[in-house]
């Protein structure tokens, strides 16, 4: 015979919700209906019980201890090992599922039969608390200061669009971060979602507006649209919209070497012809092992005992990345040009070039691309600068914009006109 028990949570939604407690009467069913129904309660019992627990062992410790408890308890050694298992999987990105597996279980029990890794419900309960109780120091830690928020969206490879919102204050001279959430959207991150995100994350975390100074975003029309909402229509004494100057930055070197800003124009390569090549010859060789191995085989021709380099591909969309792969072409253009001879000698028919030469690089070429590196390296040693997360940037970023110009007014100011003509193009 089956025991049931009802939950009066449901029931004042006029829900009629039956739990199976199983004929031990257990209170695993319940909690783990907690747990997928009612968020707020479920975490509101794991505090409780963790609380509990520790009162029972302040309790125990009162009381005169036996020669036995001098020595490290097996209930204290497995509870050490769940938390650093804990700060483990998330550390290191793994499934809260890993502790179920046989071959990890039967790993861990090769060390001590007594510890066992916790299963994915349990791992669960202890990141609760954990965040619950880091939620609680960091709105005492917040409290009273000044901060900004960064927004970001984007889409993952599953089609799926989602939000974060970052925390940014300074305490003790200290740039403190801490991301506030990360959030599905299911009609795309629109102005409206994020806006909505926003007041959820700050009323969660009882920030407070008076003291809100500016939110930081990229240029796309969603967030310039919140950051106009922001600014004209919160009641906030300081929030400004500011951009994301390593974003901004991007978008210039893209229009410098591509003429053409457009998020949506980004798959049609309008880059320099020279650039254009390098970025045709850095996918074919990455996506031929047969490319990758001949050169790999030129480059110990060159130097026997050097390392063995790849080629490095762009993301047109990632910090400095084009400049990267402009960086390692011009580095191994020895053992490129010797890869191309290679393959002239060993073509199979004297008067066919092969699928490889076809992406071959001039003189001219390398010489395109070593005026391109010059350009972008300021723009790279810019963006490094500003991207750094340990220190407080916006105040560098006027004297880094002034520093760029001179650079680049230098370079342009070098360039012959009759000769450097792609190198004018692109300052």
């Given at each position: 015979?089956?025991?049931?028990?009802?939950?009066?949570?449901?029931?004042?939604?006029?829900?009629?919700?039956?739990?199976?407690?199983?004929?031990?009467?257990?209170?695993?069913?319940?909690?783990?209906?907690?747990?997928?129904?009612?968020?707020?309660?479920?975490?509101?019992?794991?505090?409780?019980?963790?609380?509990?627990?520790?009162?029972?062992?302040?309790?125990?410790?009162?009381?005169?201890?036996?020669?036995?408890?001098?020595?490290?308890?097996?209930?204290?050694?497995?509870?050490?090992?769940?938390?650093?298992?804990?700060?483990?999987?998330?550390?290191?990105?793994?499934?809260?599922?890993?502790?179920?597996?046989?071959?990890?279980?039967?790993?861990?029990?090769?060390?001590?039969?007594?510890?066992?890794?916790?299963?994915?419900?349990?791992?669960?309960?202890?990141?609760?608390?954990?965040?619950?109780?880091?939620?609680?120091?960091?709105?005492?830690?917040?409290?009273?200061?000044?901060?900004?928020?960064?927004?970001?969206?984007?889409?993952?490879?599953?089609?799926?669009?989602?939000?974060?919102?970052?925390?940014?204050?300074?305490?003790?001279?200290?740039?403190?971060?801490?991301?506030?959430?990360?959030?599905k959207h299911e009609n795309g991150a629109t102005a409206k979602e994020m806006e909505t995100q926003l007041v959820s994350d700050m009323g969660s975390w009882?920030?407070?507006?008076?003291?809100?100074?500016?939110?930081?975003?990229?240029?796309?029309?969603?967030?310039?649209?919140?950051?106009?909402?922001?600014?004209?229509?919160?009641?906030?004494?300081?929030?400004?919209?500011?951009?994301?100057?390593d974003h901004i930055l991007q978008l210039t070197a893209v229009k410098a070497f591509s003429g053409d800003v457009a998020v949506a124009n980004y798959a049609e390569d309008t880059?320099?012809?020279?650039?254009?090549?390098?970025?045709?010859?850095?996918?074919?060789?990455?996506?031929?092992?047969?490319?990758?191995?001949?050169?790999?085989?030129?480059?110990?021709?060159?130097?026997?005992?050097?390392?063995?380099?790849?080629?490095?591909?762009?993301?047109?969309?990632?910090?400095?990345?084009?400049?990267?792969?402009?960086?390692?072409?011009?580095?191994?253009?020895?053992?490129?040009?010797?890869?191309?001879?290679?393959?002239?000698?060993?073509?199979?028919?004297?008067?066919?070039?092969?699928?490889?030469?076809?992406?071959?690089?001039?003189?001219?070429?390398?010489?395109?691309?070593?005026?391109?590196?010059?350009?972008?390296?300021?723009?790279?040693?810019?963006?490094?600068?500003?991207?750094?997360?340990?220190?407080?940037?916006?105040?560098?970023?006027?004297?880094?914009?002034?520093?760029?110009?001179?650079?680049?007014?230098?370079?342009?100011?070098?360039?012959?006109?009759?000769?450097?003509?792609?190198?004018?193009?692109?300052?």
């Amino acid at each position: 015979m089956k025991t049931y028990r009802i939950c009066l949570l449901c029931f004042r939604k006029q829900i009629q919700k039956k739990i199976d407690c199983t004929k031990h009467y257990t209170p695993t069913p319940l909690v783990n209906h907690l747990r997928s129904a009612h968020k707020e309660q479920y975490e509101e019992y794991v505090l409780l019980a963790n609380d509990t627990k520790k009162k029972s062992k302040i309790t125990t410790s009162t009381k005169m201890k036996p020669i036995t408890e001098h020595f490290l308890p097996i209930s204290t050694s497995k509870e050490n090992f769940n938390r650093k298992y804990a700060k483990w999987i998330v550390a290191n990105n793994m499934p809260l599922t890993t502790g179920q597996s046989s071959d990890f279980k039967e790993m861990i029990q090769s060390l001590s039969k007594a510890v066992t890794p916790p299963d994915y419900r349990s791992t669960l309960d202890m990141l609760t608390v954990k965040k619950l109780q880091s939620t609680a120091k960091l709105k005492v830690a917040v409290k009273g200061r000044y901060f900004s928020l960064t927004a970001d969206h984007w889409t993952s490879l599953a089609n799926e669009n989602f939000g974060a919102i970052t925390l940014h204050y300074i305490a003790n001279f200290e740039l403190k971060t801490h991301v506030l959430s990360c959030a599905k959207h299911e009609n795309g991150a629109t102005a409206k979602e994020m806006e909505t995100q926003l007041v959820s994350d700050m009323g969660s975390w009882e920030l407070e507006r008076d003291f809100f100074i500016g939110i930081v975003t990229d240029t796309a029309a969603n967030m310039n649209s919140l950051g106009r909402e922001i600014e004209e229509e919160w009641d906030t004494k300081h929030a400004r919209h500011v951009y994301c100057t390593d974003h901004i930055l991007q978008l210039t070197a893209v229009k410098a070497f591509s003429g053409d800003v457009a998020v949506a124009n980004y798959a049609e390569d309008t880059s320099l012809g020279c650039l254009k090549k390098a970025r045709d010859l850095v996918s074919h060789i990455n996506s031929s092992t047969a490319a990758n191995e001949k050169l790999a085989k030129a480059q110990r021709m060159i130097n026997p005992t050097g390392y063995v380099y790849k080629l490095l591909q762009d993301d047109i969309t990632r910090w400095f990345s084009t400049f990267t792969l402009v960086q390692r072409v011009v580095k191994l253009e020895e053992s490129i040009k010797e890869m191309f001879r290679q393959e002239f000698r060993n073509r199979t028919s004297v008067n066919q070039a092969t699928l490889l030469e076809k992406y071959s690089l001039s003189d001219e070429d390398f010489d395109g691309l070593r005026n391109i590196l010059h350009v972008l390296k300021p723009l790279q040693s810019a963006q490094k600068a500003l991207e750094g997360d340990k220190y407080v940037s916006i105040s560098l970023v006027p004297y880094i914009i002034n520093q760029l110009r001179i650079e680049l007014e230098g370079c342009l100011g070098a360039a012959n006109p009759d000769t450097q003509t792609d190198l004018i193009s692109l300052l």
